[in-house]
């Protein structure tokens, strides 16, 4: 793994959450974006990423590793969406080329989103839907596998294992295991997460890259 010096985006975040190297977990670096200002959204641009306790806290904005990685990788962590969520939301987790911009929407980005309480999500019959969005054009990003249902109830956190591969991802959840034929294609890359939409608010525990 390669780990750039931290760059002064807003406040640093020195997560609890390790990295698992040979040497033993070490904190991850995170970065606060801002909302991006090429966004065409007319609702509330959320607020900045924070720590409450032991948990990163997702209330509309992004945050991105400070560092940059490479395949292979296998990220884990608990996810909660928090008590009284607006409907139509989810949760981000986005794999950034390194020359990705910081202050506007990504021009190239792979994907993992929990859609929630949306039409999406009621189009399978569930209360959420897993799916793998890319983007690596001007054209909006496109769906490329999902949506499979998942259930997600406000309040209950669960769990994510995802491994990055070259040939391809692989999520594991408490609701099942998927392989999935869709490969990073960059070289090294950010980690990017959001939590959708203002007002709702995203807990992010466990943490780790390894």
């Keep these: 793994m390669n780990r750039t010096q931290p760059t002064l985006l807003g406040v640093l975040l020195v997560t609890l959450f ?8 070490h904190p991850i670096v995170w970065d606060r974006l801002p909302f991006p200002k090429d966004s065409n959204w007319g609702g509330s ?19 991105r590793t400070s560092g940059t990685y490479q395949l292979p990788l296998t990220i884990d962590f608990d996810l909660e969406i928090a008590k009284g969520a607006v409907p139509d939301g989810g949760f981000l987790l986005k794999f950034a080329p390194t020359n990705s911009p910081t202050d506007v929407n990504l021009p190239r980005m792979t994907v993992i989103a929990l859609s929630y309480q949306s039409p999406t999500a009621a189009s399978v019959g569930s209360s959420g839907a897993l799916l793998v969005y890319v983007k690596d054009s001007s054209a909006p990003a496109r769906a490329v ?14 769990h994510f294992h995802i491994e990055a591969r070259a040939d391809g991802l692989k999520i594991v959840t408490d609701q099942g295991a998927t392989q999935i034929d869709v490969k990073i294609p960059y070289g090294k890359f950010f980690i990017q997460m959001q939590g959708w939409k203002p007002p709702s608010r995203w807990y992010v525990r466990n943490f780790s890259i390894h």
């Design 45 to 63: 641009h959320g607020e900045p990423v924070t720590i409450e306790g032991d948990a990163m806290v997702f209330p509309g904005q992004d945050a």
């Design 145 to 158: 596998w999902g949506p499979i249902p998942f259930t997600c109830e406000e309040g209950r956190f669960y």
């Design 18 to 25: 390790g990295i698992g190297c040979a040497s033993g977990p």
